[in-house]
């Protein structure tokens, strides 16, 4: 049986194409359309990081690519004013879209609103031995010797430090970053992760913790770091459910402290249903 052909992720779009490949396949698979033409000096500088973000979703959305010299007619179409002009169609219908060359964190934004990247598959190698945080750093630290003036890798680095437990390096490396980097989704979420790690500094073990809460309800710094630790060590929803706890029975303890608990938590988390849950609860008591 032979294979279905592939779809490019990146394309040309034109009026014959535009209805098979931009609204049909949208039913399938989101298309993110960006019009631009190739004298546009922003278009130069947003087409590249849209391919680049095409390339790392792994398929997850395709991004067609409208040149409005040579296709004014969808232009006029799409009511286009100024470029670039970026828009998502996803189920056969313009679901959002944005003017003007974003930086790359509003760009991870905008896309994380409608579509999350898939997992990449290679045959052959799904029995092999995962990347050991400690591998992972040593390969980043090999990939910024030969171009150290990535300034990507650099947040990548960041990301490696913190996973390895070396905080302050994580931190400096973070502070560091360019200010295009600075507002990337993956930097908010490792300053989030920072501060939750910080929580942690001269605090008791999990089990001390435990009885403590134990032997008082009421013990909120006990209750508070037992849900950060928690939630750092895989047990989510426990974790959540502490800072809920306090929310609940002493919302204003130490500044409203549980509440940016729960908004650093959402951050950090990759599980859309325990978010969309736990941000229902959090919404519950405060309102």
């Known amino acids: ?3 279905a052909p592939t779809l490019p992720v990146v ?6 194409t535009f209805e098979a490949d931009v609204l049909q396949a949208s ?3 989101p298309v993110l359309v960006d019009f631009w033409a190739p004298w546009c000096e922003p278009c130069k500088t947003l087409g590249p990081m849209l391919e680049k973000l095409a390339a790392e979703y792994n398929g997850a959305f395709r991004l067609g690519k409208v040149d409005v010299d040579q296709q004014q007619e969808l232009a006029g179409m799409f009511g286009i ?3 670039p002009t970026v828009v998502m169609v996803k189920d056969g219908q313009v679901l959002d ?4 060359a974003l930086p790359e964190g509003q760009l991870r934004e905008f896309l994380s609103r ?3 990247p898939l997992e990449a598959t290679d045959d052959g190698l799904d029995d092999a031995t995962p990347e050991t945080p400690e591998q992972a750093l040593g390969r980043i630290q090999q990939a910024i010797a030969a171009e150290p003036d990535k300034a990507e890798l650099k947040l990548d680095l960041a990301l490696a430090l ?5 905080t302050a390096a994580a931190e400096a490396e973070l502070a560091a970053l ?3 980097l600075a507002t990337d989704t993956r930097a908010v979420r490792l300053r989030s992760e920072l501060d939750l790690a910080h929580a942690l500094k001269d605090a008791p073990e999990l089990t001390a913790l435990q009885q403590r809460v134990e032997a008082d309800g009421n013990d909120w710094e006990a209750r508070d770091q037992l849900g950060v630790r928690l939630l750092l060590e895989g047990d989510v929803e426990a974790g959540l459910d502490q800072f809920l706890v306090i929310l609940q029975k002493a919302r204003d303890w130490n500044d409203g402290q549980a509440k940016k608990r729960l908004l650093a938590a959402f951050t950090t988390l990759d599980d859309a249903d325990v978010v969309g849950r736990y941000r229902r609860k959090m919404a519950s008591l405060l309102f």
Do not use: C, E, Y
């Open 1 to 3: 049986m032979t294979d």
């Open 11 to 16: 394309f040309d779009v034109d009026t014959q």
């Open 27 to 29: 039913l399938t698979t």
């Open 81 to 83: 004013k100024s470029i």
């Open 97 to 100: 879209g944005f003017a003007g």
């Open 114 to 116: 409608h579509v999350q």
């Open 162 to 166: 913190l996973r390895v437990g070396q």
């Open 178 to 180: 360019p200010v295009n």
